[in-house]
Nanobody, 121 residues
Framework: QVQLVESGGGSVEAGGSLRLSCAAS??????MGWFRQAPGKQREKVAH????????FSANSVLGRFTISLDNAGNALYLQMNRLTPEDTGMYTC????????????????WGQGAQVTVSS
């Protein structure tokens, strides 16, 4: 089974940048992605990427500011976050799924531990 070990997160001022990373081990993942949840709000998908062809999805709220990527060996997932705003504050979690059709949903198989991102005004 795929295992995910996440690192990164922290506190930055509005307009700043932050990069999250997620180390992956084991075989079988079809896609990987990032989700976030702010206090009192529902969890939302930020972005996902397909392992085989590198195709990506990004939420409209982060288009042009966040970039999801994989390393060449497929052993690490990254989220580069630029021009951060207070609305980006939340718990960010790395995830992976084993079924291609489910990659387009929020019901994924495997989850990391999460990392807090706080953006101050």
């Amino acid at each position: 089974q795929v295992q995910l070990v996440e690192s990164g997160g922290g506190s930055v001022e509005a307009g700043g940048s932050l990069r999250l990373s997620c180390a992956a081990s084991g075989a079988g993942a079809v896609c990987m992605g990032w989700f976030r949840q702010a206090p009192g709000k529902q969890r939302e998908k930020v972005a996902h990427i397909f392992i085989d062809n590198g195709g990506t999805f990004s939420a409209n709220s982060v288009l042009g500011r966040f970039t999801i990527s994989l390393d060449n060996a497929g052993n690490a997932l990254y989220l580069q976050m630029n021009r951060l705003t207070p609305e980006d504050t939340g718990m960010y979690t790395c995830a992976a799924d084993l079924t291609r059709g489910r990659c387009y949903t929020n019901d994924w198989d495997i989850w990391g531990q999460g990392a807090q991102v706080t953006v101050s005004s």
